[in-house]
């Protein structure tokens, strides 16, 4: 299916938003994006990864901050960037005794300076990076939707091999190496994907809000779910449903907010929910 049949099926959509071209855009590419960031999100909950998760949305500024004074796209940048950043993390972690929290905070510390040092040599730069801070899903282009659709590709692919490995990982990593799993082959290409996935998504919601769509549908998932499998099914629908919603929202007239902090919203609202649902469960169990 091409690009303007998809577009033309949005046009359907009863809204006067979803008539304009960079509307069906942003919906096609929080489509494609929201099942990827749900399906992470799982993973880096069950790996405890969250910071790490924050640590290369972060590095993001740092990409873009380099992109913008060599005179190369940001977008190009930011995804190599987030990738050596994700990829050393998942290094020094392997090696070094201290904790994981400590090695992630040691980069994080890293990148946010070694941005703000760039920022500050060329001030008119500041400027520029608002849009990586907040996100802009409403500027993506067709290349980039075909970027996201290579990228979604990559991941499912990934996914069908790896999934229930990763989760052996996260339960025990040693005894996952004993069975035959390769853990370290895998932590760095969940690493590096994650760093990827991570960077389109700081166009969707900005730097800010990055680490809150990978975990708040997680984080809902795992409120109602039983089994892993079904919290993976309810973090897709989650996080695909808040996406849609929030941009839909967030353009009808008497609300006009930013795409990204409207889609978080609706995510946070599903964990409410679904926090009330699982005490709900939990008294009754306890009868």
Sequence with gaps: MALSDIYTLFSLIPLDCMQSGFMQRALFGLLLLAPMTAVMGVQVVNLRMAFFSDAISHSAFAGAAVGLLCGVSPHFVMPVFGVAVGVSIMALLRSSSLSSDTVIGVMYAAVMAFGLAVVSRTPSAGRSLQQFLYGDILTITDTDLGWLCVLFAILAAFQMYAYNRLLYIGLHPLLARVHGVPVRCLQYAFAALLSVVVMFSVWA?????????????????????????????????????????????????????????????????????????ASVVRKERMR
Excluded at 208 to 231: C, E, F, G, Q
Excluded at 246 to 275: E, H, N, P, Y
Aim: one cysteine or more; hydrophobic letters at 65%; aromatic letters at 4%.
């Design 205 to 277: 919601v900005g730097v800010l809000l990055v680490t809150a769509l990978l975990i708040v549908p997680a984080a809902a998932a795992r409120n109602l779910a039983l089994t892993a499998a079904s919290m993976l099914r309810w973090a897709v629908l989650i996080g695909t449903t808040s996406a849609a919603a929030g941009l839909l929202i967030s353009a009808q007239d008497g609300v006009r907010t930013a795409a990204g902090s409207a889609v978080i919203l609706c995510a946070c609202a599903w964990f409410a929910v679904s926090a009330v649902i």
